[in-house]
């Protein structure tokens, strides 16, 4: 019965957006890939969820500055285990234009582990959809091990 | 003792219980499925509700360390137990007449607001100011709602009942429309009707009247400090909540069934209560918006309880 759940769980991906300190960039296309009916995550059984605990994926943009970085890992801590985090766009892994610069400590992923990434500047819709399914193959491998991504 | 038992029966299987779930989960699979096809979008699979369900019980609960602990468990706990109770109370046209001494819709009334104050439980107790706002929307909301309904469930009685006085009983209800053609024909009626049309996505918080528990705005208001069982329980109260709305609008209007075949007429039954949904909750959520809470509140008192009324005194008139 529990293995049964846990393959159909993924089936079931609640989103939600962090914004770290994005340029705005990433968030439209997250948006877009979310708003209009043309890219319908829906029928994945994706729903953008406004309560970081109903979250299941979260989506990270921006390069974590310095001034969110506090706020940012109070909000992730908040969301409920098993997550899996995808990082959109190039400023998480790198800093992207942003990179050495006075605001920015340090990339995102020293602070938060990222699952997955999906570069760009910004990244494409498409590309952001892929992120997320291939977010699942992660969620559903951490559901059967039982592991957790941020103790 | 055979009374207890039917109680029991009715409460765990048939008109409530798993009945009620099962039918509550379908329907809000082909609201989000239409809501998609209206859209020309693929939607999610129809069984995209229950997926939603057993994906939340492999989360983790978290309990905010201000929150009311007792209260916060409570709340979602209480409202499924509401609804269920309630769902077994509604009589299915042509298979089930209610288990007697029990369908009333004086005891309807009661009941019914058993989920929007599960609600508010939940809101107030969660400790947190998204909470306590979406708590009093929903509290104002429901204020406004339960005037068209009240109005609307008096025009039946006193349509029902005649010269003879007003008839609360759900079973003479069934018993005139049945012998008389549905209520929803008399055009006496049909000011109520489109009052009880009108009162669906008020009271499920769709379309027009998602004020409660808007997402941009209150971040789903009462239910934001909830994960993980206990938002799983909060789901199935709202499907459960769905059917007894459309149910109840159904026995109070059209409960005629289609002959006497018990599988037949609970299939018709199944419809209507598909198709209501599909005019008064689908439809409605793909044209429109949002109001403010003071424009909420004021299409209930400006629009739809006049309509009631105007029923419950034209019923009066023509007795």
């Known amino acids: 019965m529990r293995n049964l759940i846990n393959k159909l769980a993924p089936r079931s991906p609640w989103i939600y957006r962090l914004n770290a300190g994005s340029c705005n960039g990433c968030d439209v296309e997250m948006a877009t890939a979310a708003l209009i009916p043309r890219y319908d995550v829906e029928r994945i059984g994706c729903k953008y969820c406004g309560s970081p605990r109903h979250a299941d994926i979260v989506l990270i943009s921006g390069p974590l500055t310095v001034r969110v970085r506090d706020k940012v890992l109070r909000v992730f801590d908040e969301i409920p285990h098993p997550k899996v985090t995808v990082g959109v766009g190039v400023c998480p892994v790198s800093g992207g234009c942003f990179r050495d610069g006075y605001s920015t400590g340090a990339p995102t992923d020293h602070y938060i582990p990222l699952d997955v990434i999906v570069p760009g500047c910004p990244p494409r819709p498409q590309a952001i959809i892929e992120g997320i399914v291939k977010a699942l193959d992660v969620w559903r491998v951490r559901l059967t091990e039982a592991t957790c991504c941020r103790s | ?319």
């Open chain 2, 1 to 319: 003792m055979s009374n207890i038992l039917e109680a029991t029966f009715a409460i765990l299987i048939f008109p409530g219980g798993a009945f009620a779930l099962a039918l509550g989960l379908f329907l809000k699979g082909m609201d989000r499925k239409v809501l998609a096809r209206l859209q020309r979008r693929v939607g999610p699979p129809l069984i995209q509700p229950l997926l939603d369900v057993l994906k939340l019980t492999t989360k983790e609960t978290l309990i905010p360390t201000t929150a009311n602990e007792l209260a916060f468990r409570l709340a979602p706990v209480l409202g499924l137990t509401g609804v269920l109770v309630t769902a077994a109370v509604m009589p299915v046209g042509g298979v089930w007449s209610g288990v007697s001494g029990l369908g009333d819709i004086l005891v309807l009334l009661y009941l019914l607001p058993i989920p929007a104050m599960a609600l508010m439980l939940a809101g107030s107790a969660s400790s947190s100011p998204y909470g306590a706002l979406g708590f009093s929307r929903e509290m104002a909301i429901m204020f406004a709602y339960e005037m068209p309904l009240i109005a609307s469930f008096l025009a039946v009685a006193v349509r029902v009942g005649g010269a003879g006085g007003s008839l609360f009983s759900l079973d003479a209800i069934m018993a005139y429309q049945f012998a008389n053609g549905p209520l929803l024909l008399d055009p006496v009626m049909m000011p109520a009707a489109l009052a009880l049309l009108i009162f669906i996505p008020g009271t499920m918080g769709s379309g027009l009247f998602d004020i409660p528990e808007a997402e941009p705005e209150v971040i789903e208001g009462p239910l934001l400090e909830y994960s993980g069982p206990l938002l799983a329980t909060f789901n199935l109260m709202s499907a459960v909540k769905l059917v007894v709305v459309l149910e109840l609008a159904v026995a109070l209007l059209w409960p005629n069934g289609l002959g006497g075949n018990v599988l037949v007429n609970l299939a018709w039954h199944v419809f209507k209560c598909l198709a209501l949904l599909m005019v008064s909750v689908t439809c409605f959520r793909a044209a429109t918006g949002r109001l403010r809470l003071d424009q909420g509140f004021a299409f209930f008192v400006k629009y739809t309880s006049p309509l009631a009324l105007m029923s419950l005194g034209l019923a009066y008139i023509l007795r």
